[in-house]
């Protein structure tokens, strides 16, 4: 059974750290590209980072870049976001999601549609 956990949200005040996993099993892990998403009350889901099946490649939503770092161990099935720096309007439920990479190994995706395993979600709110 295929299988993305979330763990490591939580509340947090302004100007905090939180950093997030996604530990996978059920899958090619090695062979999955991977991102981020997140999810505010009444909005949709929307991306927030990707990494690459073999970690070399990386893409930030504009208003995360600088302030969170997207990473995977394929040693441990597991992918990371680091969250610094935060703000009121980063709270939402995360989301990471995985999607098979037949070709490039570098190739990042940023589209919900192009996701095919989800994970459940970990609540994130940030505080002023």
């Known amino acids: 059974q295929v299988q993305l956990v979330e763990s490591g949200g939580g509340l947090v005040q302004a100007g905090g750290s939180l950093r997030l996993s996604c530990a996978a099993s059920?899958?090619?892990?090695?062979?999955?590209?991977m991102g981020w998403f997140r999810q505010a009350p009444g909005k949709e889901r929307a991306f927030v980072a990707a990494i690459s099946r073999s970690g070399t490649s990386t893409y930030y939503l504009d208003s995360v870049k600088g302030r969170f770092t997207i990473s995977r161990d394929n040693a441990k099935n597991t992918v990371y976001l680091q969250m610094n720096s935060l703000k009121p309007e980063d709270t939402a439920v995360y989301h990471c999601a995985a999607t098979v990479s037949r070709f490039f190994s570098n190739t990042v995706y940023t589209s919900v549609k192009e996701y095919t395993t989800w994970g459940q979600g970990t609540q994130v709110t940030v505080s002023s």
């Open positions: 059920g899958l090619t892990f090695s062979g999955n590209a």
